[in-house]
């Protein structure tokens, strides 16, 4: 947990990074998350992206319940050391815990009668009920 | 400043939000930065990228001095509705302040003996110097 490329990231005052995750067939981005030490090492280790939820202050290995695995192809770090992007195949294709494709679906249009509105762009491709009550 | 689109954000602690800006044409990741409630709505109100900058804690119009503005094509909200992606054409082809084409520049490698290393991994196509001294 102290080697030097760990430290060489600059982690926050909560010590997280953000995590882009983005999907090498597609190039879309899936996910912003957040990653520790210990989960970017984790990551290393197991070759799949584990983070690490905030809302539950715990190590997430992603899709641990759902099945949908990140492989990992690659890890970057920004200019300033302090943002990490990751390349990774989505294993069953759904990286939203919403059953989409991936987490960035509201997009900014035209709402009425003179707004903006957020629309959700993208299909629930499976139930989350069924991602996760196996 | 209070419409309900911006409100509808959810603000960190700081009244920030990370912003993942991809290259519309290449799909590439170019940078992560931050936008307050102003910024985003400075950037949808001028088109163009304005972030926050939390180093110097004011506004930035990126590409104000560079030239390298980003056009934006679209805003995205996630699922959390606590991170944006922006999808943008990138003017005169950098993002990066150190004249890379973008920010995740370094990649984790092999390094010697065992251990791992942050490779910068893309070339730079314009000096600094040039692009902040007109």
New interface residues.
Partial sequence: MS???LE?VKWDDSNLA?V?T?ESE????L??AWMSRESLALT?ETGYAVYWSRSRQKLWYKGEESGNQQLVK????????D?I?LEVEQKGGIA???G?HH??????VD?DPT????QP?EPVLKDPKEMYNK
């Fill in positions: 080697a030097d490329w060489e953000p882009i983005q597609t190039k879309q981005v996910t912003l290393l690659s890890i970057r770090l920004d200019c300033d050391k943002a992007l939203c815990h919403t989409r987490c960035f679906y509201f997009e900014l709402g707004g903006k509105k957020w762009m």
